[in-house]
């Protein structure tokens, strides 16, 4: 059935407000700063806790610089082609029909949503659908959400600032500005990440795509421009799996591949437009350890060993002319071969963002990874920010606040050790109501406590914050994103289309670089 054409001016993140959502009482806790930024948009983005929760902090696209305007529409294509929110003035973009929105990238072998999105696993093991009886316009949720601050004068991000302004002038020592995702389902989909990746490398330059795996841990894991094959005769292990090993080796991403048999393959390529130049295969040396071979663009390149006196950390690097080449890994088959994953860069300076997630898994699973292994692939990768999206899982697992804030405090101080150098953002949970006995969704109190002690613990350990459920527009504002026309969120009220996983890569990236492009107002502060 048509649509009729929907035109709505969006604000900043995401942007005007979500018709039919209820109000968050405890996002109001977290306010906005006071009225003398009024006139600032920008200074308006980073909000202390303390400040006046009657204040609206809705920045204006008229206020960001012209390659801030270009990066948000090159993201937005990079995965919705011509089906964007807004052009570069701020103006939605007219769209016919749900179906427009969701059509799949040239290039790619099958729709995300039907390949990825539909594939994951209900967190927790929870999955369902449900009709929509309500219709809302998708294209307007999404309410402007700045980052929680523990006061005015703090500076959150203020390292990774520094860090992209010193990419900017040519005076980053490698070259590199490395963001490290962690997370569960939501990141493990590589669309709000892509996001993030997409719009960071439009305006400060494409360093690569990032860390991928070698193989595939998990039959529905892919990245947006990377295409990763082989999952037979490969073993996947983490934390959350009962059957795996408790040692802990798991490498950078929390989950590793192991095989002994040669039948094993494991293949990564580009696509897309994408290509690379410097990768480096991350594995477990280990005693008794196999051999894998690597090939390149179908040519063997090398044999590498992977057997040592003790376990630890092993790198093999590939240089390579610039290309959208293809890396195969391959076991010999004389012994276990364990792999953590591979990083893919390019010789030229720019941002790099690596996805890191795991299905249904929990921030508190980190602390089951071993340190002289993991610490050491972080210092590898040397990143300038790195970013947790966890709770979704902690919600429905029935632990109590006091351990979940002792738990995340012990995962924090392990990020700090691991990377002290680094930012850290905590991105909270989503809005993720129950079904009731009669079928009505109601509120998961859960997630009110697991948001205040994740805000409260990132603000206590040095952390910016940012707020996923109050930028969704409060408790049961997922009932509205499910039955919005387009959709933006799945049936199980849980996961979120393309489409709204778009709309929360936005709603984070405003967030995180608005106190960038307030150069005045806080190079006026101090830390």
């Known amino acids: 059935m048509s649509v009729r054409v929907i035109l709505a001016l969006l604000a900043l993140g995401s942007l ?53 305007r270009k990066a948000r529409v090159k993201a937005q294509t990079a995965l919705l082609g011509d089906a964007l929110f807004e052009d570069a003035s701020g103006a939605s973009v007219p769209w016919i029909s ?19 999105l539909d594939s994951l696993p209900g967190s927790s093991g929870l999955a369902g659908s449900e009709t929509r009886t309500r219709h ?15 006061r005015e004068d703090a500076r959150p991000l203020a390292r990774f600032y520094d860090a992209l302004r010193k990419l900017e002038s040519g005076a980053d020592p490698d070259g590199k500005v490395r963001i490290l995702m962690y997370g569960a389902s939501h990141t493990d989909a590589d669309i709000y990440p892509h996001y993030v990746r997409a719009y960071l490398r439009e305006r400060f330059g494409d360093g690569g795509h990032g860390f991928v795996h070698v193989a595939k841990p998990w039959r529905w894991y892919g990245h947006v421009e990377m295409l990763t094959e082989g999952f037979k ?28 048999k040669s039948k094993a393959f494991g293949r990564v390529s580009h696509r897309d437009g994408s290509v690379g130049s410097n990768y480096e295969i991350y594995y477990l040396e280990q005693p008794k350890g196999g051999s894998f071979r690597v090939l390149v663009d179908g040519s063997q390149h090398a044999k590498v060993s992977t057997k040592a006196e003790a376990y630890g950390a092993g790198y093999f690097p590939i240089d390579l002319p610039e290309d959208a080449h293809t890396i195969e890994v391959q076991p010999v088959g004389n012994g276990e071969v364990r792999v953590f994953g591979m990083s893919v860069e390019r010789d030229s300076p720019g941002v790099v963002v ?22 050491d692939n972080v210092q590898r990768r040397n990143p300038d920010l790195i970013t947790l999206a966890y709770g979704t899982n902690e919600a429905n697992s029935g632990i109590s606040e006091a351990r979940y804030r002792e738990r995340l405090v012990e995962v924090l101080s392990r990020l700090k050790e691991a990377a002290p150098q680094a930012d850290c ?62 959709p933006m969120a799945k049936g199980d009220h849980i996961h979120f289309t393309r489409r709204g996983y778009v709309r929360v890569g936005m709603g984070l990236v405003d967030a995180m670089m608005a106190g960038y492009d307030d150069h005045d107002v806080l190079s006026a502060k101090t830390p």
């Open 425 to 486: 953002l905590l991105m909270g949970p989503g809005d993720f109501p129950k079904k009731g006995e009669d079928g009505v969704y109601v509120p998961r109190e859960s997630t009110s406590y697991i948001l205040r002690a994740q805000r409260e613990v990132a603000l206590e350990m040095g952390c910016a914050f940012w707020d996923l459920r109050a930028f969704m527009g409060g408790e049961m504002s997922m009932v509205d994103w499910a039955a919005a026309t387009p």
């Open 16 to 68: 005007l407000g979500c018709g039919g959502c209820k109000t968050e009482p405890e996002a109001a806790e977290v306010s906005t700063p006071p009225a003398t930024t009024a006139d600032n948009p920008v200074a308006k983005a980073l909000k202390p806790v303390e400040a006046d929760a009657a204040e609206t902090a809705v920045p204006v696209v008229d206020g960001l610089a012209e390659d801030a």
């Open 233 to 260: 005769y490969w073993r996947t292990e983490h934390a959350q799996r009962r059957k795996g090993r408790d040692d802990g080796y798991y490498g950078l991403i929390g989950a590793s591949l192991s095989a002994t």
């Open 98 to 116: 749900p179906q427009a929105t969701t059509l799949d990238q040239p290039g790619q072998a099958q729709a995300l949503d039907d390949a990825i």
């Open 354 to 375: 690596d996805t890191l997630g795991i299905g249904g898994t929990r921030a508190s699973n980190m602390l089951h990874w071993a340190p002289e292994v993991w610490y």
């Open 136 to 150: 809302v316009n998708g294209n307007a949720l999404g309410i402007y959400q700045p980052l929680t601050i523990a």
